[in-house]
């Protein structure tokens, strides 16, 4: 398990990896391909909000989306109330933000607070950097694609995303395509120690039950290619096909429609 220390370390060099990288795009203009119709400006944008966000949501305050389904609409709010769209000032703003949120969370006491959080959720303060350091990953990831630079993923990072990002997992889960669904997932990162169990029943996600059923699939994924993919950036198709993951069991088919299970983040 997780500590809210490497919750805390994690976002630090992530968000400072983030920064670096959008610094050096020459064009803030230039159009993202996994986020249509934001430029790189955008997307920094509405990285750079993100921690103030956090920080008022762990305070009992800010506002969340209901459902999943409008986070695409309070994402686009955020960008068009946005002060500036010079990027050094925004990430001037990340960083000094990100400061203040982390020092918040390294001084919680016994009793960690849960905050509100998009899809009606209550979820852990500290864990909640999960979801916060795959804003940094997966957006560094948008933008790195676009301007042709590298863009690495500590395993260990992959596993706090997806420890963070489970809090909120179970409000993503698209209702057309899960209807009626029940499968159970056991999924392993590899270079890890990580292993959850993802099961569904009737459409209904509970992530690590203390009894799962027997697995459907098995499926073992390189860490970075198991993120992208959950958060539609990377075909796992493709990743079956070139051994960044691997299925197996009753039903490995499911293995590659699993992402499609949910709402796109």
């Not at 610094?23 to 993100?50: F, K, N, S």
């Not at 389904?69 to 946005?82: E, F, G, M, R, W």
């Not at 009626?180 to 209904?204: P, Q």
Request: net charge negative; hydrophobic share 45%; charged share 25%.
């Amino acid at each position: 398990m997780f500590s809210r220390f490497d919750y805390v370390d994690a976002a630090r060099s992530a968000g400072a990896a983030f920064v670096e990288l959008v610094r050096g795009v020459d064009e803030p203009e230039t159009r993202l391909r996994h986020t249509p119709g934001w430029t790189v400006a955008d997307c920094v944008g509405h990285v750079a909000c993100a921690p103030s966000r956090y920080l008022d949501l762990a305070r009992g305050k800010g506002t969340w989306a209901a459902c999943a389904t409008d986070v695409p609409d309070l994402n686009a709010k955020q960008i068009a109330n946005l002060a500036t769209r010079d990027v050094t000032l925004l990430t001037d703003r990340l960083l000094d933000d990100l400061d203040t949120l982390l020092d918040t969370v390294c001084h919680f006491g016994a009793c960690v607070p849960m905050m509100d959080f998009d899809g009606d959720t209550r979820i852990r303060s500290d864990a909640a950097l999960g979801i916060l350091i795959g804003e940094f990953v997966v957006h560094g990831h948008d933008i790195a694609h676009v301007i042709g630079a590298p863009w690495e993923v500590d395993p260990e990072v992959a596993a706090l995303i997806a420890r963070g990002r489970h809090q909120i997992l179970p409000a993503w889960v698209d209702d057309a395509s899960c209807e009626h669904h029940t499968a159970t997932y056991d999924i392993r990162l590899r270079g890890c120690s990580e292993r959850f169990v993802y099961e569904f029943t009737d459409g209904h996600l509970e992530i690590d039950p203390d009894q799962p059923r027997a697995a459907d699939v098995h499926i073992s994924a390189d860490p970075a290619v198991a993120l992208f993919a959950s958060y539609g950036r990377m075909s796992p198709t493709w990743a079956m096909l070139t051994g960044r993951a691997f299925a197996w069991g009753p039903r490995p088919w499911l293995a590659t429609s699993l992402s499609r299970r949910f709402v796109p983040a």
